[in-house]
Every structure is written in structure tokens, then in C-alpha cells.
């Protein structure tokens, strides 16, 4: 807004001067020009010019200000002291000094093996901290899927495995670092297993057996053994003959570390329009279909964060209106979830399941 002693040159004219005063009322400026007239312009045909600096012809700047704010930050704010983390003791087992890890496939829902998703396990049955990568191909095309630091004696699920994504993981490559922290400990070979999935194993029942790690059936891959098979490929029959005539150390019994599967509470979320609000009096259809997809936008983002939560959307049969817009979102805005009818027995057709990935 142009003010009074402001500079100003006109737009559709030559010439201009200082801004002696403003009538805000009919939108006028009366500039004085070099001569000492003062000429009436209205305010959209002036525009102000920016003082310059005399010695680089460009606009002054004023750097006093946010040196001042910047001053009074540094005194105001006080300085976040971090705190110590005491570091949780490490629990460790008689036969853990053996390095030992496989992977751990469970479907979703063991009755629908031609169309269920499963959920990978990665189990480090050792007294080491495992870095690991693992990385998946399909015709040539090589990515990871899951990476980290997993610590001793412990499972945890790594990813969720759709139907469609099977044939990525018929070619895998397991990479591990085996480490202690804090004490000495013979040092671990590094692994780098090549393992061959046959996925159709996956659509058979009796591919998921009993194990020693977990209550439920699951598939079971060692990478520690893969890797080894890996290396007697690359041997020689004289090195083999050599290697059977070794004296052999007797194997330690292993001790049973069968354990339930840790699970997910599953969110059941009642989209029922009575259930949201305590009268639709006023409202129309697309007003509660609106609310409706309203409290599923909640509930998908604030779970966004919450990798492998399976959440039942209750939509209800009726005309199908509100399940297609929720298909339709989970094809698009949510598309990298996994979805599929919830449980007959327990919905009949009116819901859907969702897993967050």
C-alpha cells in the first residue's frame, strides 16, 4: 500500500515524485513532482519505487532486525541437555555362540492358500546382533526389501508378501554381519546365501509344517544351511572326500524355542452411519456417505505408521455404494495396502480387511 513520502513513478505516464498525501476514500495519491506541482493520481497507476544503495544499485536491506531476533533466541531458548540411554543387558543362551537364522513364511489365512498374503519372519537364533539386507529379483531386476539390525535370540516380521509379488521372491539373496557389542567374542564369517524359492510351495498345505520356533505352521528357510550348500557347490570331489574324513564334533541338542507368533490386535471399525452419529435427521445420502468415507480416511492414516496392523472395515452389504469408494481408495490412495474380504463367518459380506504395509 502506497503511504505518504513514499517515491513513486507513474505507469501509464512519464514522470513522478514524493507522495504527499493519500485520500483513501476516492483511492487518489497526490504526488509532487521535481517542479514542486502537486498532481492527483489514482493509487493503482503508481508504483512505489525501492530506495537503492548508492554504491551497487541494489535495494537496502535492513539486517538489524533478524540479527535482533536471532540474539534473543540464543539468550530465551535453553539448550536440550540429551539423557544417557542405559542399554538394555542382552539376553544369551548356552548353544547361542552357533550362528543360526532362517526365515519364517505364514499365510494369512492358511484356508485361502491361492489367494492369501503371508508374513515374512526373520529369526535370529543366536547370541549375535545380525545386520541383514535382503534383496529379491525378478528377470534381472534386483531390489531390497527389508534391512536392518535384529538382536539376539529374537523374531521379528520383516515384510508382508502379497500373491502378486511371489515371483519376485523365487530368486533371494540373504546378506548378514554377525557382531557383539560391548564384550569380545570370536568373530562370525560373513553370509551372502543365494536362496531358490520354489513358490509353489507356497499353495500347498503341507509346505507349512511344525518347527521349533513358532506354535503355528509356517514355512521355514535356513539361511545358514543355504549358505553352506553354497559353498560345497564351489568344492572340488577331492576337497568333499577330504572334508567326510574329518573327525566330526558331536552336535549340542538344541534346546525347543517354540514361541506363539506375537499378533496384532485386529481394529474393528463400524462404518454403520447410526454408529457415527446419533441422528442423520438433515443429512442426505452423499452428506453420510461423506462421513462415512470421512472416518475411514482417519483411521487408514493415523494406522499409516503401523507396518502389518490389519484393520475390518464393517461397511455393511446394503448397495454396495460405500465398499466401491472404499475399493476405490484402496486401489489409489492406498494402493500399497493389501485388502480383501474379511471373514465370512464372522461379517457375512459385509466387510472388508485391510493390512497396512
Known amino acids: 500500500m502506497i503511504k505518504k513520502g513514499d517515491k513513486v513513478r507513474f505507469l501509464n505516464a512519464v514522470g513522478g515524485g514524493i507522495v504527499t498525501r493519500v485520500d483513501e476514500k476516492k483511492n487518489l495519491v497526490y504526488v509532487e513532482d521535481e517542479d514542486g506541482f502537486e498532481i492527483p493520481t489514482i493509487a493503482h497507476d503508481c508504483v512505489v519505487v525501492p530506495e537503492v544503495n548508492e554504491t551497487t544499485n541494489f535495494p537496502k536491506k535492513d539486517f538489524s532486525a533478524p540479527a535482533a531476533k536471532a540474539e534473543e533466541k540464543i539468550a530465551t531458548e535453553p539448550i536440550p541437555v540429551k539423557k544417557e540411554e542405559i542399554p538394555e543387558p542382552v539376553y544369551e543362551t548356552a548353544d547361542g555362540e552357533t550362528l543360526r537364522a532362517v526365515l519364517a513364511f505364514f499365510p494369512l489365512d492358511i484356508k485361502q492358500l491361492q489367494t492369501t498374503a503371508y508374513d515374512c519372519y526373520f529369526v535370529n537364533d543366536s547370541n549375535y546382533f ?154 442426505s445420502n452423499a452428506d453420510m456417505l461423506q462421513l462415512q468415507m470421512d472416518k475411514f480416511y482417519a483411521v487408514m492414516d493415523e494406522n499409516m505408521k503401523h507396518k502389518g496392523q490389519k484393520i475390518v472395515f464393517i461397511h455393511g452389504k446394503g448397495e454396495g455404494v460405500l465398499r466401491k469408494d472404499i475399493e476405490k481408495q484402496l486401489k489409489t490412495k492406498y494402493k500399497h495396502c493389501y485388502f480383501q474380504d474379511a471373514s465370512f463367518r464372522e461379517y457375512g459380506f459385509g466387510a472388508t480387511m485391510v493390512t497396512i504395509r
Open 130 to 283: 545380525l545386520y541383514y539386507n535382503i534383496v529379491n529379483g525378478e528377470n534381472g531386476q534386483w531390489k531390497s526389501v527389508a534391512y536392518g539390525m535384529i538382536e539376539p535370540n529374537v523374531q521379528e516380521e520383516i515384510c508382508s508378501i502379497t500373491k502378486e509379488d511371489l515371483n519376485a521372491w523365487e530368486q533371494i539373496r540373504v546378506q548378514i554381519i554377525p557382531f557383539k557389542q560391548g564384550k569380545t567374542y570370536e568373530p562370525q564369517p560373513v553370509v551372502d546365501a543365494k536362496i531358490r524359492l520354489n513358490t509353489v510351495k507356497f499353495y500347498k498345505l503341507h509346505s507349512f509344517t511344525e518347527n521349533e520356533y513358532f506354535e503355528e505352521l509356517s514355512l521355514i528357510v535356513d539361511i545358514i544351511k543355504t549358505q553352506e550348500n553354497n559353498l560345497l557347490e564351489q568344492l572340488s570331489p577331492e576337497d568333499i572326500k577330504k572334508a567326510m574324513f574329518e573327525k566330526k564334533e558331536p552336535e549340542k541338542p538344541k534346546v525347543p524355542k517354540r514361541h506363539e507368533r506375537p499378533r496384532k490386535h485386529v481394529l474393528e471399525i463400524d462404518l454403520h452411519i447410526n454408529e457415527l452419529v446419533d441422528t442423520t435427521a438433515g443429512m
